[in-house]
Every structure is written in C-alpha cells, then in structure tokens.
C-alpha cells in the first residue's frame, strides 16, 4: 500500500459549484478535528483534508472508526449548504457517496438510512455530519477501499473484498466530490426535490422490516417512504406511521 497522492486526486476533480482544496496529513487524530478547526478560522466551502490513518476516528454516535494505515478512504470536508440543502444533507451526502464509488469502481451500493452505505448486506462506508457553531457542517467520510477480510469486522466490507482488487482511493475521493459538486449545482439550478427521490433510488430498505428504540424499547415495523424533510417513516403494525428524524433503525434479518 502507498500514502495518498493528493496531486492525483487534484488532477482528477472537475471545475464545479464547489471549489475543493485539498490537504493532506500521514496520520491524525481525526480530520473531523482538523476540518473543525478550519472552519473556525474560516476556510472556505471545499476545504478537505485527507489522511493515510486516523488514531481517533469516529462514526455517528461517537463510535470509533478504525482502519489500517494506507488502506482506507478517510477525508473530511468544510460545507457551507443553502438553507433548502440543510435538512437533507444527510441523504444528500449518502447519494454522493454511493455514486462516486459506483463512477470509480463500478460497485453499486444500497443506502441504509439515514446515511450508511452498504454492499452485499454489509458496511462498505460510514458517514457523518457534525454542525458546529457558525453556518459550517463538517462532512466526514469514510470508505473501506484496500482492507483484506481479516482486518475488517464480520458486519463490514471492503471494495477489495467484494470486487477482488485494489481500487485507486484518489480516483474514488475525486469521484465523490465532483458527485457532490454536481449534486450542489443541481440543487442550484432544480431545488432540492429530486434529493429524496435519489435516495429511495439507491436504498432497498424501503417496504422491509426494521427496528428502532423508543422510550428505551425496540420497536418494530416496516421502513415505509422517506418524507420531503429527510425523515424516516414507519409503518407500525395498527397501520399508523411514525416519523423517526434521528437515531439507528436496523433491517430485521429475514430467515431463509
């Protein structure tokens, strides 16, 4: 494995609503970390920092995201979205992130609401968006590229694993940002109601059975539609619908 190129992935991203500049750190403690501190001190939409390997990196809910130097996909991003995008951000970053990695590996990953990126059943990325004070959100990624099966847990995979072959990570991370300046343009132009439409595109979560926790309880039902606002609607089973806007929600495993 080699250390990220940062000039081949610049020679790879095209001129777009978003004007990315990159940077570029061996090891970290988080990029979310160093994008944070970016935006407190101002950087612009399109800053984003990459890095080979991450000591403390972190999924939603502050779980940890772990790695091996060199083999991953690890970037986080400096956003700064039009009021309509906000609310959809999530779906929105979910949908890039699936059709980078379908441009650059021709792998087609199915989208786990609100924001995982799934292949064959298991987690090929995690994503995460934290808003901290000011109009920035801070967008991280985090790809399973180059990981043999050993390093990665029995729920995860790589696009290694699944396609029998390394994959150039600076091929996928232009991929993915010239998908998202593409998706910011089209919201420019067409407004944000194609974004939900686009998710349900990817996802074959809807019309299956899920579950989720309320008031300290699993409860279950049938991931029915996503709404205009980005929001998870369930069907339970007296026939109401519920609108879950944060949280996990797992698919139930049907029996073969």
């Not at 059975?209 to 039902?221: A, H, K, L, W």
Request: aromatic letters at 4%.
């Amino acid at each position: 494995m080699s250390r990220f190129d940062l000039e081949r992935a610049r020679a790879r991203l095209t001129v777009g609503e978003i004007r990315w500049s990159l940077h570029y750190e061996a090891a970290c403690e988080s990029t979310q970390d160093l994008a944070r501190a970016a935006a407190a001190q101002d950087a612009e939409q399109g800053w984003t920092v990459i890095t080979d390997f991450q000591r403390g990196g972190r999924g939603r809910q502050g779980r940890p995201w772990a790695a091996p130097a060199d083999q991953a996909l690890l970037f986080s991003t400096v956003l700064r979205p039009p009021i309509d995008v906000l609310p959809l951000l999530p779906l929105l970053a979910a949908v890039t992130v699936a059709g980078g990695i379908e441009v650059s590996s021709a792998a087609v990953a199915d989208l786990k609401w609100p924001n995982d990126v799934l292949l064959n059943g298991k987690k090929l990325a995690g994503i995460l968006l934290e808003r901290p004070s000011g109009p920035a959100v801070i967008l991280g990624v985090g790809v399973n590229v180059n990981q043999p099966a050993e390093h990665l847990l029995d729920t995860a995979t790589s696009l290694r694993v699944e396609l029998g072959h390394e994959i150039e990570r600076e091929a996928l991370l232009a991929a993915i940002l010239n998908d998202l300046a593409n998706a910011y343009d089209r919201a420019d132009r067409e407004g944000v109601d194609w974004i939900v439409p686009a998710w349900r595109s990817r996802s074959a979560m809807l019309g299956n059975p899920v579950t989720f926790q309320r008031d300290g309880e699993t409860v279950r039902g049938v991931a029915d539609d996503i709404d205009a606002d980005g929001a998870l609607l369930v069907r339970m089973a007296d026939g109401t619908r519920i609108a879950i806007v944060a949280g996990e929600v797992e698919r139930v495993r049907l029996q073969s």
